[in-house]
């Protein structure tokens, strides 16, 4: 269902697979998955639960290396590399945004902001403030900085995890599940954020069960059994700030 | 990622969780403290001996009968009473590089004044002894050549003796009885105070050699020859003049086994130091052993923040932070730990130290008593947060995020 990008690839899956052996068993996660994903778009992968998703999402991410199959991020192979060349890679190229946030506990926001940038030797302790406070300003949390983590809302979390994936100005996001653990109203207002990134030219991978979010994004992924099924591109994409708009008010605002 | 930035992560991780940073130290801190304080006993100890052979005058050499028994080897009972009159006879009319010599029979027993007793020792010797000792007499008079001559019934006695049996009274001129034999007291000696072994210097009668050879032990060897080298420097040449003497004077062969031991104060030093140096050491490592467990106390615990911080393991990974980065954090913190726990257990340790002489313990604090310390707790910290940093380090990120 391709058309044709002039864009750079980002990503490109070359009949990935992955297996897992769980005793004599063999779990077959991915079963030869190939497609390419441009910079700017927004890409929602779908599924029911076990349909391989995560698995996915964790090759995406380096996190895990495929049984077969090449992957390429940012023109890089990824496979063969050594897990320290992976955190490497994942450090400079790769913002996770997890369904719980992860952030580290009695830690300031801008600390929290500040995490990858510890790993990294080009940021001396002054840049790497500053690069924290724009990240939270552009997340709208430039109020929020020396907040600690457990005094906020679970919006205002994901909020500051969003704001650390995109500290190191990475070549693609990747969230699994981040609005998971949201009401609708705050899922709606990370969407809204989302689609701001997006407008920005962010690459947005984001994996969801949730049909309804595919709607806000450029181009929907469908998986079924470590198989693609669908992948169509999305000509009307919905405005998620609309929607917010259109929700009933909640009671104590 | 840069040290500096390392030791920030770590450092904080210590801070969120004082309480149990602070009990894990707990162990470094007693163990330090315990083996600094053994260790100042061992040394204090050391020094408060020596000072005390060299207050005996360090050109002090004592003659004993029989070989030298460093060896450890058993001794014959007849090998105890080679030391003869003819002995000091030939030492009086050859020596040269030896002042003084008072030939040493001791006896114990019990002392009678009136109604009053008590215990102690005589010290049967020359007139010499008390300059040999630098000891001086207080009240009264020093017992003459005459008396030795005469096998006079006279003694001078210690503080001790005066205080247990005269009760206030003058002692010159009275008659003790040791051993029920009556002595006439004729002279009080300058009070000594106890040495560093506990010992009461104090609780001594000193008569002429002859009396308590002929009237008190009948025997006709000595216990012992002291003497005293013309200088400190001399020692050695005393030595060897007095073996001269002495392997002349028992008729021993070229090439024979002396019958005979001379020590110098400066070799009784010696062999006290190297005594004193085994016992601190050997006070070290047992509380060293203390160290030890506090190690695998730290372990313990750094394998259980391992454990509780998987998720944030898992986290640090998926933004970048390579397994070896992992396991340094670990290992910095294990040795911030021990070394923090170091410092305070060097500053209980010289605390304590510093409080022991006022019990009358002697201490002193080596230095590099408290440079091994700190050397052990790095080398703690590195061998007991390995195992916590390479488990962190091997972490799976996938796992690790995920777990709760
Ligand atoms: N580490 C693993 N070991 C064994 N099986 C696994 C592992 N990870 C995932 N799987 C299996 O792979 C399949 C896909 O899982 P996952 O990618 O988590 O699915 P999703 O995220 O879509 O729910 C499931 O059947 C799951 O049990
Ligand atoms: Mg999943």
Known sequence: MKEENNNKAVIELDNVKRYFHVGSEVVKALRGVSFKIYEGEFVTIQGTSGSGKSTLLNQLGCLDTPTSGEYYLDGVPVRKMSKSQRAHLRNKKIGFIFQNYNLLANTTAVENVELPLMYNNKFNSRQRREAAIKALEAVGLGDRLYHKSNQMSGGQMQRVAIARALVNNPAVLLADEATGNLDTRTSFEVLVLFQELYKQGHTIIFVTHNPEIAEYSSRNIYLRDGQIREDTINTNIKSAAEALAALPKPVDD | ?404
């Open chain 2, 1 to 404: 990622m840069n040290i500096l930035n390392l030791f920030k992560v770590s450092l904080r991780a210590v801070a969120s969780n004082k309480l149990r940073s602070f009990l894990s130290m707990l162990g470094i801190i007693i163990g330090v403290g315990a083996v600094i304080t053994m260790m100042s006993i061992g040394q204090g100890s050391k020094a408060s001996i020596r000072e005390e052979l060299a207050k005996q005058g360090t050109n002090l050499l004592t003659i004993r009968p029989g070989a030298d028994m460093r060896g450890g080897v058993r001794r014959d009972p007849a090998q105890m009473q080679t030391l003869k009159p003819a002995d000091y006879e030939a030492i009086m009319n050859e020596k040269k590089y030896v002042t003084y010599v008072s030939p040493e029979v001791t006896a114990s027993g019990q002392v009678i004044y009136g109604n009053s007793n008590t215990t102690s020792s005589m010290y049967g010797e020359s007139t010499d002894y008390l300059k040999i000792k630098q000891w001086d007499v207080q009240d009264g008079d020093n017992f003459t050549e005459e008396d030795v001559r005469k096998s006079a019934k006279v003694c001078i006695i210690g503080k001790t003796i005066v205080d247990e049996l005269f009760n206030g009274a003058d002692p010159i001129g009275k008659n003790i009885r040791f051993k029920s034999i009556p002595m006439k007291v004729i002279g009080v000696l300058k009070s000594k105070g106890y040495n560093s072994w506990g010992m009461d210097q104090d609780n001594v009668i000193i008569a002429p050699y002859t009396c308590v050879m002929k009237r008190i032990s009948a025997q006709t060897y000595y216990g012992s020859i002291v003497c005293s080298a013309i200088t400190e420097e001399m020692s050695d040449h005393a030595i060897e003049e007095l073996t001269d003497i002495l392997r002349r004077s028992h008729k021993i062969k070229e090439g024979g086994i002396d019958d005979f031991t001379i020590r110098s104060q400066a070799e009784m030093m010696e062999t006290m130091s190297t005594t004193m140096d085994t016992v601190t050491m050997i006070l070290g490592i047992a509380a060293g052993f203390s160290l030890l467990i506090a190690g695998i106390g730290i372990m313990n615990i750094m394998l259980v923040s391992v454990t509780e911080r998987t998720k944030e393991i898992g986290l640090r990974m998926a933004v970048g932070a390579t397994g070896l980065v992992i396991s340094i954090q670990f290992l910095i913190e294990s040795i911030f730990i021990s070394l923090t726990g170091g410092i305070f257990g060097v500053l209980l340790g010289v605390g304590a130290s510093s409080l022991l002489p006022k019990m009358g313990m002697p201490s002193i604090v080596p230095a590099w008593s408290i440079f091994l310390s700190f050397g052990v707790c790095v080398v703690i910290g590195i061998l007991f947060g390995y195992i916590p940093a390479r488990k962190a380090a091997n972490m799976d990120p996938i796992d690790a995020i995920r777990h709760e």
